[in-house]
């Protein structure tokens, strides 16, 4: 898991594929309570994921409930904004070769293999962004003129998913596709170039990286 999300790379546009995400639902044993103090933040971390990665209960769609939330593309490419409707079809994804390669190679990751990132929010994360104009250049320019302080609530989440495909899978882990299928979330995307396999690593952040790390002054109108 840590592996494939070290060679992640940027992502954008992509043909008919079928796609996996690596689950893990077992919290660690470190993820105990702290006296007097709350869930420790394995706790926290690990519940956040099971949730995200758990099904949409959409009827007659496959879909985890953080494949129903808002997309990079919903956030920074719409103007305005739009919160996907249900059943909305994802947009193709580029498979990129822009991580490090000669890591990939020394984990023995396969020469021409691909990894596609999404990156998705919750309805509490999209909300705050949107509400406060964080989802543009001329927006993050007026909240930088307000002195603006980026705070986002508690039950804001971000998971970030690298899809791989199953083909590349193969040939690094030396499992079958039917082993692949069964130890991994797949999923099928439509391209005009036909069917790729993939799969995918993900993680949940409670917060929102990028904006918790952003500094507003580095901001220019």
Not at 157 to 186: F, H, M, N, P
Request: charged share 30%; glycine share 8%.
């Amino acid at each position: 898991m840590q592996t494939i999300r070290s060679l992640a790379g940027r992502n954008h546009s992509i043909p008919n594929l079928i796609v996996a995400l690596a689950i893990g639902a077992a919290a660690p044993c470190a993820a105990l309570a702290y006296d007097d103090r709350g869930p420790s933040p394995d706790w926290a971390a690990w519940e956040t994921f099971v949730q995200a990665v758990a099904s949409a209960g959409v009827p007659g769609v496959k879909q985890l409930e953080f494949e129903t939330w808002a997309s990079d593309e919903d956030m920074y490419e719409n103007s305005p904004p739009r919160w996907p409707a249900v059943g909305t079809p994802r947009r193709p994804g580029e498979c990129t070769r822009t991580f490090d390669r000669d890591a990939a190679k020394a984990a023995g990751f396969p020469d021409d293999g691909c990894i596609m990132e999404e990156v998705r929010r919750n309805w509490a994360a999209f909300r705050y962004l949107v509400s406060r104009e964080l989802t543009s250049r001329a927006g993050l320019a007026k909240a930088f003129e307000q002195g603006l302080k980026v705070d986002l609530p508690a039950d804001s989440v971000q998971v970030k998913a690298d899809w791989i495909r199953i083909g590349d899978l193969t040939r690094w882990s030396g499992l079958d596709k039917e082993d692949i299928r069964r130890s991994y979330y797949t999923r099928t995307e439509k391209t005009a170039s036909g069917a790729e396999n993939r799969i995918c690593s993900g993680r949940a952040a409670s917060q929102l990286e990028a904006l918790e790390k952003l500094d507003l002054g580095d901001i220019r109108a």
